[in-house]
């Protein structure tokens, strides 16, 4: 499986700041290239999910990588039984998109990866409160 894409030319926003980037790309297009024999009883929700999850988050789950279990992105996991994969994007798949993106671009990586651990945590407190 392969993933891929280009970017196109950005576009100019009129922000008035020595910090944030006044030009913002775009993706023009991507493709994807599926082995068949590797989609033997995975839907196509699920692989939409997962494409998704590995595009958004620019992430290579090769080998070595450890992926929580009910992931998304252990759709392609060595398992035995396919029954067991998930069945689309996990709580914390969800929350992990939300930290990421919920983040601002414009401040230094240390703060990014405070503001993302602080967003998911916040997520995780709200979903014990429902789930009680």
């Known amino acids: 499986m392969a993933l891929g894409g280009s970017s196109v030319n950005g576009q100019t926003t009129q922000v008035k700041s020595k910090i944030s980037r006044s030009t913002v790309e775009g993706i023009g297009y991507s493709y994807l290239l599926i082995d068949s024999k590797a989609l033997d009883g995975i839907s196509a929700a699920q692989l939409a999910d997962y494409a998704a999850m590995v595009t958004l988050i620019d992430i290579d789950v090769g080998n ?61 407190k709200n979903a014990e409160r429902v789930d009680r």
């Open 64 to 124: 070595d990588t450890q992926v929580p279990n009910g992931s998304i992105l252990s759709l392609f996991s060595e398992t035995e039984d396919k029954s067991l994969n998930p069945a689309s994007l996990s709580g914390g798949d969800l929350l992990l998109l939300r930290g990421l993106y919920k983040v601002p671009a414009n401040v230094k990586a240390s703060l990014q990866r405070s503001a993302m651990i602080h967003t998911m945590s916040e997520g995780l």
